[in-house]
T-cell receptor, first 112, second 117 residues
Framework: AQSVTQLGSHVSVSEGALVLLRCNYS??????LFWYVQYPNQGLQLLLK??????LVKGINGFEAEFKKSETSFHLTKPSAHMSDAAEYFC??????????FGTGTSLTVIP | NAGVTQTPKFRVLKTGQSMTLLCAQD?????MYWYRQDPGMGLRLIHY???????AKGEVPDGYNVSRLKKQNFLLGLESAAPSQTSVYFC????????????????FGPGTRLTVL
């Protein structure tokens, strides 16, 4: 079975600082990987997805993630945090049966 | 397009009561899912459907039933609610992966916050 581990349930960064949210997966090859964002009292929105076309994936709102097969990682980054980035972030992996396995989430706080 | 909608948005039940949560999507998606979200546990799959008339169990199906009589609707039922079912419930849909349509993401509804007293 697939699984996802998100290291750090809470991350705090200063406004303008680098955002790094960690995700490691356990999956058969090829993995189908996603990052979702959840704003308070809302559903999940897709930030980006790994499609195997490129190891560096660019998403919405300036976020990007790099697929590293050797490390089984798919960490999410953003060069400069904005107050509006405060939210819960979920990493997910799906398999060929279209079932999705979500991590437990990382809550991002942005400090002014 | 409305995307994925869920009704109701909030509900409070007493132990033993029953209710049905409705999910509707207007994207002609084949696959639909029901998740529950609890603090510190992420999203856990309750049931899912790969097409009209079909359903399957997910990770935490006990105490829930589902039906997919129409392609656009996916109903989640609680026959006898228990306090352990207090949660936020999310519905999602996707095209499903086939042929060239790999890596299809899920689209989520806004959620239903259910409290069982």
């Amino acid at each position: 079975a697939q699984s996802v581990t998100q290291l750090g349930s809470h991350v705090s960064v200063s406004e303008g600082a680098l955002v790094l949210l960690r995700c490691n997966y356990s999956s058969s090859v090829p993995p189908y990987l996603f990052w979702y964002v959840q704003y308070p009292n809302q559903g999940l929105q897709l930030l980006l997805k790994y499609t195997s076309a490129a190891t560096l994936v660019k998403g919405i709102n300036g976020f990007e993630a790099e697929f590293k097969k050797s490390e089984t990682s798919f960490h999410l980054t953003k060069p400069s945090a904005h107050m509006s980035d405060a939210a819960e972030y979920f990493c997910a992996v799906s398999d060929e049966a279209d079932q999705f396995y979500f991590g437990t989430g990382t809550s991002l706080t942005v400090i002014p | 397009n409305a995307g994925v909608t869920q009704t109701p948005k909030f509900r409070v039940l007493k132990t033993g009561q029953s209710m049905t949560l409705l999910c509707a999507q207007d994207m002609n998606h084949e696959y639909m899912y029901w998740y529950r979200q609890d603090p510190g546990m992420g999203l856990r799959l309750i049931h899912y459907s790969v097409g009209e008339g079909t359903t399957a169990k997910g990770e935490v199906p006990d105490g829930y039933n589902v039906s997919r009589l129409k392609k656009q609707n996916f109903l989640l039922g609680l026959e006898s609610a228990a306090p352990s079912q207090t949660s936020v419930y999310f519905c999602a849909s996707s095209k499903g992966s086939s042929g060239e349509n790999l890596f299809n993401e899920q689209f989520f509804g806004p959620g239903t916050r259910l409290t069982v007293l």
